[in-house]
């Protein structure tokens, strides 16, 4: 079982930065892919980044060169740091240990908002 614990959401006015963090509890994950996804009310979840056990990592188009993701296998960690942010970056974001193909743990979500 496997515990994540997102943080480091909050209001930032656009073109402003945010890094989240993504602490795993109960297990390590440095053995898996992990992924940030993110929700507006009303609307899918979508993933926009993750990275894989080597550190391989992917991005969505709409994000790419202003997102980085990382991991700290000794802390049990991955981030997301969120540059250059746009209004339509406000959604809740959400991070996934991606265990299989139908299967995974998620973190609780927090609030990202850019606006003036």
């Known amino acids: 079982q496997v515990r994540l614990v997102e943080s480091g959401g909050g209001l930032v006015q656009p073109g402003g930065s945010l890094s989240l963090s993504c602490a795993a509890y109960?297990?390590?994950?440095?053995?898996?892919?992990v992924a940030w996804y993110r929700q507006v009310p009303g609307q899918q979840r979508d993933v926009i980044a993750y990275?894989?056990?080597?550190?391989?990592?992917t991005y969505k188009d709409s994000v790419k060169g202003r997102f980085t993701i990382s991991r700290d296998n000794a802390k049990n960690t991955v981030y997301l740091q969120m540059n250059s942010l746009k209004p339509e970056d406000t959604a809740v974001y959400y991070c996934?240990?991606?265990?299989?193909?139908?299967?995974?743990?998620w973190g609780q979500g927090t609030q990202v908002t850019v606006s003036s």
């Open positions: 990275i894989s056990k080597d550190g391989t990592t």
């Open positions: 996934r240990v991606v265990v299989s193909s139908n299967f995974g743990y």
């Open positions: 109960g297990s390590t994950i440095s053995s898996y892919t």
